[in-house]
């Protein structure tokens, strides 16, 4: 029994799993083997190449591209026009589908409009990474990215707010008032 939707003119190869309540809109193509968690939104346009991982919760915005090699973890957030590459130095004419590397975006990270993300550096959780930023390194948890190549500017926090933190390391997320910690370039959440 079918327990997600999919518009009419979305195309989903055999062997697929997809979770409850995910919706998958048109003209959308989902290719075999790969798995979709519950309550995801595919967006228009969007191409998921076999073996993909989504989590719950993952947010597809139009056009996206997301090529075998990807794992999305839960909450992850995928802007509008945003792709992943799996190989570093494609050619038409070598085929190379023994190197395809693996990219991660770990739980709550939010990837751009137009963003780029080269194969083989994993987004940390809650990271942001800046519209049309090229991602080309590791993205720390909470680190807020942009730019070509991505630089870090900042922290954020899980409610995507920028942290500022204070002469003790600590920050206070304006709407969650959650506390945050910065400790030897790297940031956790106390509360």
Same mark, same amino acid.
């Given at each position: 029994? &079918?327990?997600?939707?999919?518009?009419?003119?979305?195309? +989903?190869?055999? @062997?697929?799993?997809?979770?409850?309540?995910?919706?998958?809109? %048109?003209?959308? %193509?989902?290719?075999?083997? #790969?798995? +979709?968690?519950?309550? #995801?939104?595919?967006?228009?346009?969007?191409?998921?190449?076999?073996?993909?991982?989504?989590?719950?919760?993952?947010?597809?915005?139009?056009?996206?591209?997301?090529?075998?090699?990807?794992? #999305? $973890? @839960?909450?992850?957030?995928?802007?509008?026009?945003?792709?992943?590459?799996?190989? +570093?130095?494609?050619?038409?004419?070598?085929?190379?589908?023994?190197?395809?590397?693996?990219?991660?975006?770990?739980?709550?990270?939010?990837?751009?409009?137009?963003?780029?993300?080269?194969? =083989?550096?994993?987004?940390?959780?809650?990271?942001?990474?800046?519209?049309?930023?090229? +991602?080309?390194? $590791?993205?720390?948890?909470?680190?807020?990215?942009?730019?070509?190549?991505?630089?870090?500017?900042?922290?954020?926090?899980?409610?995507? %707010?920028?942290?500022?933190? @204070? $002469?003790? =390391? $600590?920050?206070? #997320?304006?709407?969650? &008032? @959650?506390?945050?910690?910065?400790?030897?370039?790297?940031?956790?959440?106390?509360?």
């Amino acid at each position: 029994m &079918k327990n997600f939707f999919a518009h009419e003119t979305a195309v +989903i190869d055999a @062997d697929c799993s997809i979770g409850k309540d995910t919706k998958i809109w %048109h003209f959308s %193509h989902i290719m075999s083997n #790969c798995s +979709i968690g519950e309550k #995801c939104n595919i967006g228009q346009n969007v191409v998921i190449a076999p073996q993909v991982k989504l989590g719950r919760n993952v947010k597809v915005q139009n056009n996206v591209s997301i090529y075998t090699g990807v794992t #999305c $973890e @839960d909450d992850v957030f995928l802007g509008p026009s945003m792709v992943f590459t799996n190989i +570093i130095n494609p050619r038409s004419a070598i085929l190379r589908r023994d190197q395809y590397q693996q990219t991660i975006v770990k739980k709550g990270a939010s990837i751009g409009a137009n963003a780029t993300i080269i194969c =083989g550096n994993n987004i940390g959780e809650y990271a942001m990474v800046g519209a049309g930023s090229v +991602i080309t390194k $590791e993205v720390l948890p909470y680190a807020l990215v942009v730019g070509n190549p991505a630089k870090q500017i900042g922290w954020v926090s899980e409610y995507g %707010h920028r942290l500022n933190f @204070d $002469e003790n =390391g $600590e920050a206070i #997320c304006p709407e969650s &008032k @959650d506390t945050y910690q910065l400790k030897n370039a790297f940031v956790s959440k106390i509360n």
